[in-house]
C-alpha cells in the first residue's frame, strides 16, 4: 500500500504552499490544487447526504461515487496521473437512465429543493458544477485525466435526476419555476 500519514500537521502550509503527490511546491490556490479542493468538497457533501435515509439505489450509487471522486482527487493531485476510467463514466449514465425511466418528462424548469436529501442533491450538483468549471480552467494549462471533465459532467446530471428521485419517492412534486411571477 502507499504512502499513509502518520502526522497530520506539517506547518508547511503556514506560508500558503502544499505539496503535490509526486513532491511538487505549488501554491494553495493553484488551478490544479483548486480543482481537487472542489472534488474533496464535493465528495464530503455527498458523505453528508448520505447521512439522509435514501432510496437504496440512490445510496448505493453515492457510495460508489464517492471512491471515484476520492480516486480522482488523487489523480488530480500527481500531474498527469489518470485512474478514472471511462466504464466509470458508462456507469453514472446507465444509473442516470434508471432512474430517470422512473421521473415524469421535464416540460419546464424546476427549482431546487423538496425533502432535506434532494436539497442537498441540488447543492452537491452545483459544487459539481464548479469542480467542472475548475478542472476546465486546469485544463487550459496542464494536462487532465481523459475522463474526469466527462466524469463530472455526467455527476452533475446524475445528482439533478436524483434530487428530483427523491422528491418522488418522498411523494412531492417537482416544484416548476415560474417565469411569468
Known amino acids: 500500500m502507499g504512502y499513509r500519514l502518520s502526522k497530520i500537521y506539517t506547518r508547511k502550509g503556514d506560508k500558503g504552499m502544499t505539496r ?74 446507465s444509473v442516470l437512465d434508471e432512474l430517470n425511466r422512473e421521473l415524469d418528462p421535464l416540460e419546464e424548469f424546476i427549482l431546487p429543493g423538496g425533502k432535506q436529501a434532494a436539497a442537498l442533491c441540488h447543492l452537491a450538483r452545483t459544487v459539481c458544477r ?23 459532467n455526467r455527476l452533475s446530471d446524475l445528482l439533478f435526476v436524483m434530487a428530483r428521485s427523491i422528491n418522488k419517492s418522498a411523494g412531492l412534486t417537482d416544484v416548476l419555476w415560474n417565469r411569468s411571477r
Not at 44 to 52: D, I, P, T
Not at 64 to 87: R, T, Y
Not at 138 to 147: C, F, N, Q, T, V
Open 130 to 152: 464548479r469542480a467542472e468549471r475548475d478542472l476546465v480552467t486546469l485544463s487550459r494549462s496542464e494536462e487532465i485525466a481523459d475522463h474526469s471533465l466527462s466524469y463530472l
Open 20 to 93: 503535490l503527490g509526486e513532491g511538487t511546491e505549488v501554491p494553495k490556490d493553484s488551478p490544479r490544487v483548486k480543482a481537487y479542493g472542489d472534488i474533496d468538497e464535493l465528495n464530503s457533501l455527498l458523505g453528508f447526504l448520505l447521512s439522509y435515509e435514501l432510496p437504496d439505489k440512490i445510496e448505493e450509487a453515492l457510495k460508489g461515487i464517492q471512491h471515484d471522486l476520492f480516486d480522482m482527487g488523487g489523480a488530480l493531485s500527481i500531474p498527469g496521473h489518470a485512474i478514472v476510467k471511462a466504464v466509470r463514466v458508462e456507469h453514472l449514465e
